[in-house]
């Protein structure tokens, strides 16, 4: 992994244990079942087609971009779950990842407090 894609990493991960830090002050616990949406930009359709596939258990709307040169954007959620701050952060962690994998990249995620 390159410098820059680890610092894109370590960035994500940092916001992504303030969101819950911020979350648990609102009265989120470990019993709270909570819908992370998550997305993604993907330059070209083979893109899209194999974050689709990677992250196929998740429901993923696509969304298109200009004529010539178009521009996706995938999001989707997680549907209810119980999360706790380690599963958060591996889940975000392979999330970047999965969009590396695919040439695509990874917007960040975010959730409602209950």
Known sequence: ????????????????????????ELGTTEESLI?????FSAPN??????????LS?????VQSQGFLKKRYTLTGSTGVI???EAQLLKWVDY???AAQDAKCKF????ANAP
């Not at 992994?1 to 648990?24: C, I, N, P």
């Not at 819908?35 to 997305?39: A, C, G, H, Q």
Request: hydrophobic share 45%; with cysteine.
């Open 1 to 24: 992994m390159t410098d820059s894609a680890e610092e894109f990493r370590m960035g994500h991960l940092v916001r992504t244990a303030a969101v819950w830090k911020r979350l648990v």
């Open 45 to 54: 359709m083979a893109a899209v087609e194999a974050l689709k596939e990677t």
């Open 107 to 110: 917007e960040g995620c975010g």
């Open 35 to 39: 819908n992370f949406d998550f997305s």
């Open 95 to 97: 999330l970047i990842q």
């Open 82 to 84: 119980a999360w706790n």
């Open 57 to 61: 258990t998740y429901p993923i709307e």
